[in-house]
T-cell receptor, first 112, second 115 residues
Framework: EAQVTQNPRYLITVTGKKLTVTCSQN?????MSWYRQDPGLGLRQIYY???????DKGDVPEGYKVSRKEKRNFPLILESPSPNQTSLYFC???????????FGPGTRLLVL | AQKITQTQPGMFVQEKEAVTLDCTYD???????LFWYKQPSSGEMIFLIY??????QNATEGRYSLNFQKARKSANLVISASQLGDSAMYFC????????????FGSGTKLNVKP
């Protein structure tokens, strides 16, 4: 089944404790992206990747890191999480940039 | 600057009636793309419909159609014959002109379909 998977789906952590949210797609998509969703703000783009080893900042990259070492994986790293990073995070992928994106199920993060 | 505006935080519609969800966008460029996504209470994001700025006809996908008015910079989603399963959050999104990697989403409209 073609899909985007994210792990974990739910995470509670404490301020400053490094964490990684994994994202994987099995559709051989070139483009991948991370978003955060907050009430009243919709989705905001954090980072995106056009292909392996090619990443760039979205609108809200502060406090996040990404890497794209393999085409299928695009992990999101929070090196020192803070409470304002409490949010619902989505990974998405598309065949190439600009095309319809397919989203993962979301990761709900709570930073205490 | 706000690129996508959805002015209806919440809406009600009677089952089997049609409903229009508003979306306006802000760009001075000619080449862009507009998307609508549905987010049910379960949380996943489901692609509904796409409209390219150069498409001459309004996009349609089953019960969904996009009322694209370029001069007004609006891309309203029309759902015909509403069903209870249409109750969800709906997001309008725009692909950045000339940088196909960047996307902007509106704040969403929560639609409730009444039986």
């Amino acid at each position: 089944e073609a899909q985007v998977t994210q792990n974990p789906r739910y995470l509670i952590t404490v301020t400053g404790k490094k964490l990684t949210v994994t994202c994987s797609q099995n559709m051989n998509h070139e483009y991948m992206s991370w978003y955060r969703q907050d009430p009243g703000l919709g989705l905001r783009q954090i980072y995106y990747s056009m292909n392996v080893e090619v990443t760039d900042k979205g609108d809200v990259p502060e406090g996040y890191k990404v890497s794209r070492k393999e085409k299928r994986n695009f992990p999101l790293i929070l090196e020192s999480p803070s409470p304002n990073q409490t949010s619902l995070y989505f990974c998405a992928s598309s065949l190439s940039a600009g095309e319809t994106q397919y989203f993962g199920p979301g990761t709900r993060l709570l930073v205490l | 600057a706000q690129k996508i505006t959805q002015t209806q935080p919440g809406m009600f519609v009677q089952e089997k009636e049609a409903v229009t969800l508003d979306c306006t966008y802000d760009t001075s460029d000619q080449s862009y793309g507009l998307f609508w996504y549905k987010q049910p209470s379960s949380g996943e994001m489901i692609f509904l419909i796409y409209q390219g700025s150069y498409d001459e006809q309004n996009a349609t996908e089953g019960r969904y159609s996009l009322n694209f008015q370029k001069a007004r910079k609006s891309a309203n989603l029309v759902i015909s014959a509403s069903q209870l399963g249409d109750s969800a959050m709906y997001f309008c999104a725009m692909r950045e002109p000339y940088n196909f990697n960047k996307f902007y989403f509106g704040s969403g409209t929560k639609l409730n379909v009444k039986p």
